[in-house]
Structures are given as C-alpha cells and as structure tokens.
C-alpha cells in the first residue's frame, strides 16, 4: 500500500472533491482516480461514493480516515526526523477569528518564524462558521476559533480552554456606577454586537429575548478590536469574549458591567479536519498557539 495514495485519499475525502484534489496536489485527475482505485482493489472496499459531481465518503472510507491520517502523518514526521526545524519547507495556511489574532497572532508568528524560518504561512480571519467550512474544503489546515464545543465528527478538537463572555460599558457610563443590574436596564444604551454567526451574539439575543426585552444592536461588527475601541470612547455596550478586554478593563477604561442573571461561557479551540494529516511544520505552529494560550488562560 502506498503512502501517496493515502494522502491522496485524505485529499479527496476533505475536499469531497476529485478535481479540486488533484489541482491541490499538482496531479491530473486521472492519476487521483487511479490512486483512488488502486487503494480500493488493495482494500477490497469502496471508500467513495460518486453521485454525479458529488463525492461521499462510504462506510469503509470513513473507518478508513483516522488510520490514513496517523499513517501519512507519520510518514511526515519520519522523513523529517534528522531535519533540523530550520531546514523544514513548504506552505501552512491557518485561520483564526478576529478576537484571537490581537491575543495570539503576533506572539505566534514571530516565535514560529524564528524556529521555522523557511515555512512560509497563509492566514485567513473569518467568522468561526466560515473557518469551519474552510477547514471542511481542506482550504485550511488548522484553525483556532471561539464558540460553542465542537461534537461533530467532522473535526478534531487538538485543544480546548473556556473563555467568560462579558457585558462591557467604558467608566464613565451611567451603568458603569452600579454595583448590580439588570437586564431590565440595559434598554437605552445603545448596543454593539459581533456578526450574526458569532454564537455568543444570539445568545445574548436570546438571553433579553427570555426577558421579555426587545433590544437590537445599532451597529454589528467582524472586530471585536474595533468594538472595544468604540465603547472605550463612547458611551456604548458590549458583549465581548474576557481576553479581548482584560487589558482595557486592568487600565480602567471599561468595565465589566455586573449583570444579574448573565452567564455565558465559550470555548477556545484548536480544529483541524478529522481527515487531515498533520506535518511537523503544522505540529509547530500549533504547538506555538498552545502554549501562548495557556499562559493566557492558566
């Protein structure tokens, strides 16, 4: 059994596509195909099923794809066992939620550069729900987002922390005097909120909604960043992941605004697609996002 023909496969199985696969890998898509084929008549199985343009991963295909990975990857790792990381080549593309690149963007890219000077890195900052499709097209090979707990069997959790989602206001608000409050109060303030697809965002939606309290945002956004700058100098709220205003509220420019009854956790995680084999390059940039967010979070 080739180890070519794994990876092939693991391609295929992540793009859910042959064409698309074999533009990836550089190879025509009658060599993918064959490859396809090959690995089948030594299996004894099918691994795809073809509907049309569609390609759909058949029982055998999916008992196949954590062995295909630990196999190819592997490989990876033995061929570049005796390489020095300074040595090591080629392309990772990583996304990332906007929230995070500020906490672990920087911190990351410079530590990974130094270690691994000729891997050359592609970024993308996209909503949670975009990155997941991405890593599903296998347009990305990792990513680390923010958001509910990952149970699909599409994805492999590599690492997880929580993070408290919190209700912001600048010192100088009106709400930023009170000792406690309700949600009753907060009606009057004028609200920013992440984009739609940001789960804590309809959480909260769906929190006033319980309430009985009607209360639309007047401005959405993709930046967290952007947000917290905004409610730093205006008299706006928030609903902003912790780590995103830890700083500012350290400084006294905002504050936590204590909010009876308020209580939202999200997760912080690590993803890559179950299909995905992972190579020592990939290995060091995650390894670089684990440990910037433990000393965060620990």
């Known amino acids: 059994m080739e180890i070519r023909n ?22 025509s898509q009658s060599n993918v195909s064959a490859q ?30 954590p ?5 190819v990857s592997a490989i990876y790792n033995i061929e570049n066992l005796m390489r020095d990381k300074d040595r090591l080549e080629g392309v990772i593309k990583i996304g990332i939620t906007d929230s995070l690149s500020e906490l672990l963007l920087e911190k990351a890219l410079v530590s990974y550069h130094r270690d691994f000077p000729r891997v050359r890195l592609e970024f993308s900052t996209d909503p949670a729900a975009s990155l997941l499709d991405q890593l599903q097209e ?8 923010i958001g509910d707990p990952l149970s699909s069997g599409k994805y492999t959790v590599l690492y997880s922390v929580p993070s408290d989602i919190v209700i912001v206001a600048n010192s100088a608000h009106p709400l930023s005097q009170k000792k406690r409050i309700s949600v009753a109060d907060i009606p009057g303030s004028e609200l920013i909120l992440m984009e739609g697809s940001a789960s804590y965002s309809r959480q909260f939606q769906s929190y006033i909604a319980e309430q009985g309290i009607q209360l639309e945002p007047f401005l959405r956004l993709q930046s967290a960043d952007t947000a917290r700058r905004l409610v730093e100098n205006n008299n706006f709220i928030s609903i ?15 504050r936590i605004l204590p909010v009876t009854g308020w209580q939202c956790r999200q997760w912080i995680q690590i993803v890559i697609h179950q299909g995905k084999a992972v190579t020592p390059q990939i290995t060091g940039f995650l390894e670089k996002l684990k440990g910037i967010l433990e000393h965060s979070f620990i």
């Open 6 to 27: 794994l990876n092939t496969f693991l391609q295929v199985a992540s793009m859910k596509n042959f064409t698309k696969a074999a533009s990836e890998m550089g190879y």
């Open 36 to 65: 396809i084929k090959k690995l089948e008549e030594e299996l004894g199985q099918p691994l795809f099923d073809r509907i049309g343009k569609n390609v759909f991963l058949t029982t055998y295909g999916e008992a196949l794809l």
């Open 67 to 71: 062995y295909a990975r630990e196999a």
């Open 138 to 145: 296998g347009i990305l090979d990792a990513a680390c987002l």
């Open 240 to 254: 902003l992941p912790s780590y995103t205003v830890a700083r500012s509220v350290k400084e006294g420019k905002l």
